[in-house]
């Protein structure tokens, strides 16, 4: 995983409410959470993949060199089994990204509440990467809808599969083992009630764009 630090630039426009926000800042946070949290724990599933191959003629490996295994139990300290699924609420993913990686936020680096304006957070880059993927995609979701012409419920229809397609796309991991039916549903529902979030803030034209830059030099950052 790329850990180099990237600066994820959102330009905003119009009037916010405090609620808005300030749900737009706690579902950005979500969102990394759980791509940091899915990234970490297929790391480690191939760190494991990859040790069971090396000593799978060892007792006990050669017996559990064909079967599926749990997450590292260090993903899911004290209160959590580590036969369980990630915990899709908000405080918790926050305490495992700390206990992982202690110090690892997503930071919120400036704000420019202006029209337009801008919210710039910083973060690992690959998981950047993926949170502006999935907020472009909403970009172009609302410009899909609006060359939509069918019918009211066919597009309604339409407009669900593109939402749970970025959903999915968001969970889903590069080679990654096929997740089961139920665990991808319930992460994909998660998403996409944090989605209809950045979709009304897209639709009321107050998030304009989304870009990666590079982080600024401390020194610049902290004016000389």
């Not at 995983?1 to 409410?17: K, N, P, Q, V, Y």
């Not at 926050?94 to 680096?109: D, I, Q, S």
């Not at 998660?190 to 600024?216: A, C, H, N, P, Y």
Request: net charge negative.
């Amino acid at each position: 995983m790329d850990e180099t630090i990237r600066i994820l630039r959102c330009h905003i426009a119009g009037r916010w409410s405090a609620d808005e926000m300030a749900r737009s800042f706690a579902h950005m946070r979500d969102l990394y959470n759980l791509r940091l949290l899915l990234e970490i724990s297929a790391e480690d599933e191939r760190d494991l993949e990859d040790f069971y191959f090396h000593y799978r003629d060892m007792v006990p490996w050669r017996r559990r060199k064909s079967k599926r295994y749990p997450p590292l139990p260090l993903l899911f300290p004290f209160a959590y089994s580590p036969f369980q699924s990630l915990p899709l609420d908000p405080a918790e993913l926050n305490r495992l990204t700390g206990f992982v990686l202690p110090g690892e936020v997503l930071e919120v680096r400036r704000v420019s509440y202006a029209s337009p304006g801008l919210k710039d957070f910083a973060g690992f880059g690959e998981i950047i990467g993926h949170v502006k993927d999935f907020l472009i995609y909403l970009l172009e979701f609302r410009e899909r809808r609006r060359q939509l012409n069918s019918e009211n419920e066919e597009r309604e229809l339409r407009n669900d599969a593109l939402r749970i397609d970025n959903a999915r796309r968001f969970v889903r991991l590069r080679n990654e083992s096929v997740r089961a039916d139920a665990e991808e549903r319930r992460l994909i529902q998660w998403v996409d009630e944090r989605q209809q979030t950045f979709i009304d803030l897209v639709d009321q034209q107050k998030v304009s764009g989304v870009e990666v830059v590079d982080e600024e030099p401390k020194n610049d950052r902290e004016g000389g």
